[in-house]
């Protein structure tokens, strides 16, 4: 990840991690200069030798804040050390609410994808979503999403599921859905440390954070609806790597991959860390400028930092049945005590536990469709049949006979109850 203008935001949403890692640089002017992106983007491109397609990742704060002639920049720095053949594709993550034509245009000429921050509907995502004045700021982020419509600008959804928002899954996902036609979306949790740093200390989350549960039957009703109607037409970041995974793949998700340290983050004046959510002081693997690119990826420093995550795995996660999807998810997260004791329990383990155990089966399913040739979207079509079968069933089952749904139930106290309405 590429941080050109810092930790510096137009924004001041109330559980972001990254603003407070402006004091970690307390007399910068957080600017990437142009001999800080020539020596990345050719260190970059070069320690990629064997690849074809390289992405580069702008991250913030705000990277538009950087203006658009830094990209413009950055492209032509990108074109002159591609080599032949090599495609180049950037990726942008932005709030969008300083997005004009000029940007628009140039996203489309050059083919950046973008990564919109959106909460929800407008009282969910004013929550926390605010300027530095305060204000909120839903109506400046549509602007921006329709100016990239307008623009035919490939762009994707990421929403953070956080307690102002974890109750209402349904609304999120078809605002998301039906109103910005959004057809990729990720669904990111906030669990935030409760301190002034932002840094990963203290095992304390603020009240802002969702809990394990919340974040559990969150992702539950949305896939619920996903499955009956969407799958093949919208895509859920946390969906499709779970169907990697049952497809016998490695998950392409770095917190559910068994080790990490792929996912470094450099920052303007060309610091590297470890990783994004570990731009602290002790995670620095060097600058830019006085060690090579590849010295500090493939350092003793930096493998330990991805190994560590396997290997400090508790005992009670090691023997989970959904280990083998779960991992432990994100190191930063993991700040429980296990029942037996033993530190190193991920926060939101309840809630992952829960969702993958309900989506075992129709992943099952659907990794068997796409085995046997066939779109996984089929799926819908079975299940519309299972669903129609069962209302034949319902029809003629006696009030007081058991319900055919399985429940063990009388029918009257079950699904006949509904129909009774």
């Not at 949403?13 to 640089?25: I, M």
């Not at 942008?92 to 996203?107: C, K, P």
């Not at 016998?248 to 340290?261: D, K, P, V, Y």
Request: glycine content about 8%; proline content about 5%.
């Amino acid at each position: 990840m590429l941080k050109p203008r810092g930790a510096i935001c137009n924004l001041d949403c109330a559980y972001c991690y990254v603003l407070s890692k402006e004091r970690l640089y307390p007399d910068s002017a957080f600017r990437m200069n142009d001999d800080a992106l020539e020596n990345f983007t050719r260190q970059y491109i070069e320690a990629q030798s064997k690849i074809s397609e390289v992405t580069f990742a702008w991250q913030g704060g705000e990277p538009t804040l950087m203006g658009v002639d830094f990209f413009r920049r950055a492209v032509e720095v990108q074109k002159k050390y591609a080599r032949p053949g090599m495609r180049v594709s950037n990726a942008l993550q932005t709030n969008a609410t300083i997005l004009d034509d000029a940007w628009g245009e140039f996203f489309r000429a050059n083919d950046f994808l973008l990564g919109v921050s959106l909460d929800g509907p407008r009282e969910l995502h004013n929550a926390y979503r605010v300027d530095k004045g305060g204000a909120p700021t839903f109506d400046r982020v549509m602007r921006g999403v329709e100016l990239l419509k307008e623009h035919q600008v490939e762009f994707n959804i990421l929403t953070t599921v956080h307690a102002a928002n974890a109750n209402y899954p349904l609304e999120v996902y078809r605002f998301l859905r039906d109103q910005v036609g959004a057809r990729f979306i990720q669904f990111i949790p906030i669990v935030e440390r409760d301190n002034m740093t932002g840094f990963q200390e203290g095992n304390v989350v603020t009240p802002r954070s969702v809990t394990g549960k919340q974040y559990g039957d969150f992702l539950v009703a949305i896939f619920d609806e996903w499955l009956r109607r969407d799958v093949g037409r919208v895509f859920v970041q946390m969906f499709d790597v779970a169907l990697g995974v049952w497809l016998g793949q490695r998950a392409s998700l770095c917190i559910f991959a068994e080790t990490c340290g792929d996912a470094l983050a450099m920052e303007h004046n060309g610091d590297l860390f470890a990783c994004d959510h570990f731009v602290e002081p002790r995670f620095k693997l060097g600058n830019l400028s006085d060690i090579p690119l590849i010295e500090m990826v493939g350092s003793p420093q930096q493998r330990r930092f991805g190994i560590d995550k396997r290997d400090t795995l508790p005992r009670y996660c090691r023997e989970c049945a959904v280990r083998f999807i779960c991992n432990g998810g994100c190191p930063k997260d993991r700040l429980l005590i296990t029942p037996d004791g033993e530190p190193g329990l991920n926060y939101l383990c309840e809630g992952f536990k829960a969702f993958f155990k309900h989506i075992d089966q129709p992943m099952k399913t659907m990794a068997s469709l796409i085995q046997q040739q066939h779109p996984p979207a089929d799926i819908m079509l079975l299940l519309a049949r299972e669903q129609a079968e069962l209302e034949r069933q319902f029809a003629r089952t006696g009030r007081n006979n058991p319900c055919p749904c399985g429940s063990g139930k009388k029918f009257k106290h079950c699904h006949g109850m509904d129909q009774s309405k």
